[in-house]
């Protein structure tokens, strides 16, 4: 089984994502990031985000794979993967593979992924949805800090975090 994903995240000082099921600081340049890193690739991504996408929509340009324990669901453009095997088996050889969230899919596809891109921003949110903090697990380890970058009053950089235990 393949263990080359790779991760994109927007995250707090605390590793928070989200609240209510929406993510809470935007950034306008992250979202841009997002499309450059995840373009023309394979995304694994949750029901629930998905549905926070513009329309509930599948992203453009990319390969969307849902992971949902709902066996019932069923979007247009999307395929869907009822457990983290067949999520990887699903994308197969495809060369680029980034999981970008809930914080279920995160945690659950850690262990497969290689390299984090993090949008860390350096403020604080009210979440109740959090990504793993890189900073205290084993294994990983942060290979770009990143330029500090201001938008909106809020600062923040792209960070490179890879794993490092094999």
């Known amino acids: 089984m393949r263990d080359d994903l790779e991760i994109v995240v927007a995250a707090d000082e605390e590793w928070g994502i989200g609240l209510n099921g929406t993510q809470t600081l935007v950034i306008p340049e992250d979202r ?10 394979t995304v694994i ?10 329309g509930g929509r599948p992203l453009k340009n990319r390969r969307n794979i849902v992971l949902t324990r709902d066996r019932s669901f069923d979007v247009e453009g999307v395929e869907t993967a009822h457990s983290v095997e067949e999520a990887l088996e699903k994308c197969g050889n ?7 969230g809930g914080e279920s899919v995160y945690r659950a596809l850690l262990p497969w992924c290689k390299k984090a891109h993090v ?3 350096f403020a604080k949110a009210d979440n109740d949805a959090f990504f793993p903090n890189l900073d205290r697990l084993p294994g990983w380890r942060l290979t770009d800090g990143g330029e500090e970058r201001e938008s ?6 792209f960070q490179t975090w890879e794993r490092c235990d094999g």
């Open 119 to 121: 949008t860390r921003i």
């Open 45 to 54: 991504v949750g029901r629930k985000t998905l549905s926070d996408f513009p």
């Open 94 to 100: 495809d060369e680029k593979v980034y999981v970008i």
């Open 32 to 41: 841009k990031h997002f499309r450059e890193v995840t373009g023309r690739g």
């Open 152 to 157: 909106n009053g809020l600062r923040y950089a």
